[in-house]
């Protein structure tokens, strides 16, 4: 179940699903910033279960989303003799949800899980398919499950107090559904740049529902990525080795951008994809105030050598989905994503 | 696929079986125990691969099923730049299958996994049906995922060399599935219960076979452990909580043994089982030489308390599974326990 409202009302849709589930107790996960912002509001919520609510934070930000972390959270979970009638609750942005839906997938071998996501890209992202991970010191999400949410829960208020270069964030993953999905939707987010900019909550509303749904499409295809989901993966492999060169300076969302511009380039000089397409794609993400040349300044080297690091890697050679146009992928006889050809790396 | 051979022969069909999945790295992850014994001679066996095998090993016990080893084993994996296309071998007891399992599990959110048991009780239980998990100071079991293997191998010539404890830890477990799936199992384990301890290999190949192929049935029907798979848990709500609180001196097969008298004796009480079938059972476990009075010296509180913490126990009240009679258990409307009344607590 995916409920999209405006209002951060955690009221009677929250608590009657959590109370289908009859659990002995519930644990709201979130982290530092966003906990003591709206935590005892969700947990006040819950009183109607009868039975305890835990509220567990960890230190925001990506560098605390690890190994040991999930460990500090099971050991909170253990010491109140949690057992497998337990509820997970998700509450934060995607590193928050990455870390609870793990920690959710291995607890007694998996417990409930609630996600509300509190930003734009953990919206479009990390609350829809159930893929979760922490880093390690040799990569990001390298270590994780795939592990469906009961329900997720999106509260279009909490993006108001979002700083703008967040909100950019999510908009990336949104073009990119529309990009390598729906047609229709591109030009509706053409059209309504500046609406969603300025948080018009009507067309925002559609917006996170349509890609959201676009996202489960996918998943429900595919759950565990042997081929039509990696299309989701489009602008991320080039986008994650530029995350990792940039040492995390430069934003998911931007060098998501800029992934998309790169992989989406490569499919022109491929002979995929008509060149007026790039430009089309480049002039949304302008319109929505995305920089898209995060990769100036790498070299080509570097960034392949991080490329082969990517989960879609097959013997250490980098592959990449390929968009023939708006809204269709090349399917490459259901791999869904070919070997990115380090000859042709003409533009990083 | 689970091959069943006499004889430790690593060649060619477990080799097939990996070059199917065309690996760029494999990692053989065994203990100090079992991997000098038997690492070597299985890495030879895989030069046919045409991909670096590498040996990983933990310090073999109990004591090292953790969350630390676990995090060990994918560092060095992390460290050899391993990804989504490589496979993992588990070759050694319980303890090795459990962590193996859940690495496999985790690793780039999962790599295939080969199961190589080399205790009969890992061939009757941890070999098959995907459940995997490591321990915390507060419990036993208590992190991990159900992730089914790819294939299982086991090798009865392992046996040979496995002290006759282990060996009546393995029998437990295939008495169990006989108890509770097939009478006609039960009846060739009383009529042959002196060849089996004597390692007669051709009856020792067909109930290995029996037993995995038991469990198998029940796996398939209920992997995520919904309903029907909780029957094979019997004797186990009890067993963990005399393993528990003995500190694990008492064995995992004398506990279990003793765990499934004192539930199928709360089975007769209930008024669901014959008292004589209690004491063929009893006459079984006597015929293996398998003591079942563990559970002597312990008040009955202490082990209620222990049975609280197992995974199948609901708003911290214990259950069981109930038997009416050989190969048959009470269904409870597909929930397959009930729960453990504690004033019907006598025999403790």
Redesign the interface.
């Known amino acids: 179940m995916i409920s999209i409202e405006s209002g951060i009302v955690f009221g009677p849709e929250l608590c009657g699903c959590i109370h289908k589930l009859n659990p002995?107790h519930v644990f709201i996960v979130t982290d530092s910033v966003v906990g003591p912002l709206y935590g005892p509001k969700l947990k006040n919520s819950l009183s109607c279960l009868g039975c305890p609510v835990h509220i567990l934070e960890f230190p925001a930000g990506d560098v605390h989303k690890t190994?040991a972390t999930k460990?500090y959270l099971?050991?909170q979970m253990?010491?109140k003799?949690a057992?497998?009638?337990t509820c997970i609750i998700a509450l934060g942005g995607g590193v928050v949800l990455d870390v609870a839906g793990?920690l959710a997938?291995?607890?007694?071998?998996?417990v409930p899980l609630i996600m509300v996501p509190t930003s734009l890209l953990a919206m479009n992202d990390a609350s829809i398919g159930g893929?979760n991970?922490v880093n390690?010191?040799?990569?990001k999400n390298?270590?994780?499950?795939?592990y469906l949410p009961q329900a997720t829960f999106c509260d279009l208020d909490f993006l108001e107090t979002l700083p703008l270069e967040e909100l950019k964030n999510g908009f990336v993953e949104m073009i990119k559904h529309a990009i390598i999905l729906d047609a229709d939707f591109f030009a509706f987010l053409q059209t309504n740049a500046k609406a969603l900019l300025n948080l018009d909550m009507s067309k925002l509303a559609y917006a996170v529902q349509k890609s959201c749904e676009l996202k489960m499409l996918v998943v429900r295809t595919d759950t565990?990525?042997e081929g039509l989901r990696r299309i989701l993966n489009f602008g991320h492999t080039v986008g994650h080795a530029i995350e990792l060169k940039s040492e995390y300076r430069v934003s998911h969302g931007r060098a998501v951008a800029s992934g998309i511009i790169v992989e989406a380039a490569y499919a022109v000089r491929k002979g995929y994809l008509q060149p007026m397409v790039l430009e089309q794609i480049k002039a949304l993400f302008s319109s929505f105030g995305i920089e898209t040349m995060a990769c100036d300044g790498f070299s080509e080297k570097d960034l392949y050598e991080c490329m082969?690091?990517?989960?879609?890697?097959?013997?250490?050679r980098p592959r990449v989905v390929i968009i023939k146009e708006i809204g269709q992928v090349e399917s490459f006889d259901g791999a869904f994503c070919t070997e990115y050809d380090v000859l042709e790396m003409g533009i990083l």
């Not at 390690?136 to 990569?139: I, S, V």
Request: aromatic share 10%; net charge positive.
């Open positions: 002995s190994r460990e099971e050991d253990l010491q003799s057992g497998r009638d793990y997938s291995t607890y007694c071998r998996g893929k991970a390690t010191p040799y990569g390298l270590i994780g499950t795939t565990y990525e082969c690091m990517d989960k879609k890697a097959l013997k250490h």
